[in-house]
Structure formats: C-alpha cells, structure tokens
C-alpha cells in the first residue's frame, strides 16, 4: 500500500507545476534541479502526466511543460491514478472475482474502509490546496530561522 517513487516523484513535479502555473513553461532542468529528482526519470513521469492530459509540453528555446488545468481543478487522485493506477490495498477491491466471500469477511470491510478514506482524501486536495499549505511551511520555517523570506529578522511583539 506504499505509493512508489513514481507516485511520489509525479507528485512533487505536478506540485511544482502548480507553484509556477502562470508563468510560463518550466524547463525539466529547472523542476529536476528544485525536486532533487534525476532530469532522466523525471522526463518519463512527465511525459506519462502529459499522456493522461495533465500537463502540456512545448519543444524548443522557452519550451518545458506548463500544467494542462489550472492547480484549483487538479485533485491528487488524478495525479496518483495516473502515475500509480489503482490504490486499492487488496486485489479483490478492484476484481470481486479474486475473493467470492468478500461479503462474508470483517478484514475486508476494513480494507474497504480505508480505502475509501485514502479516496475521500485525495479526491478532496486540490494541487492548489497543496500549493497553499506549502506556503505555509515555508513561512513557518522561515519565522522559525529568524528571517522573513527576504531573509531578515523577523521582530517578535
């Protein structure tokens, strides 16, 4: 039930996509540099993100991807769908044929459980929510360093 590099790594790109949304296409270089994820192995998860109509790519002198819809109408469960499939914990929550007495077990209700908690999470986040909540711990590391983002000391009062 572990999300794979590739969950994760497509994750942190689309994230960073989002950040910039607006600003014209980012470079693979730019995205790689900022996420510490090989331009290689990035390249592949953006052009599966491009596939599944999530991002757009530009070739050329200023090309890069650009996010396809705006970072308030990408949910996470797009971004996972697409670069995991299905975040069904067991088999059978996907093919009901791979375990008939499904309805006669209480470990599969709670497979069923969580689940649907994971989906009701990721259908709910928005690329936005997580663009604001980055933010946010960026300003709190910040206050924490003793500097505002420019880097200068913030007066407690």
Same mark, same amino acid.
């Given at each position: ?11 942190? *790109? ?17 995205? *790689? ?125």
């Amino acid at each position: 039930m572990r999300i794979s590099t590739r969950g994760r790594y497509g994750m942190m *790109a689309m994230l960073d996509l989002a950040r910039h949304y607006g600003k014209g296409s980012i470079s693979v270089r730019d995205i *790689a540099r900022r996420q510490g994820i090989s331009e290689r192995y990035l390249e592949h998860l953006l052009a599966s993100l491009r596939v599944a109509g999530m991002v757009r790519s530009a070739r050329g002198t200023g090309g890069g991807f650009t996010l396809a819809k705006s970072p308030s109408q990408v949910r996470l469960s797009e971004i996972i769908q697409a670069m995991e499939g299905s975040m069904a914990p067991i088999e059978c929550l996907d093919n009901p044929e791979a375990y008939p007495q499904a309805s006669l077990c209480a470990i599969h209700d709670i497979w069923v459980e969580v689940k649907a908690a994971m989906d009701g999470i990721l259908e709910s986040t928005t690329l936005q929510d997580l663009v604001e909540r980055q933010a946010e711990k960026e300003a709190t590391a910040t206050v924490l360093r003793g500097g505002d983002k420019n880097g200068l000391p913030v007066l407690w009062v």
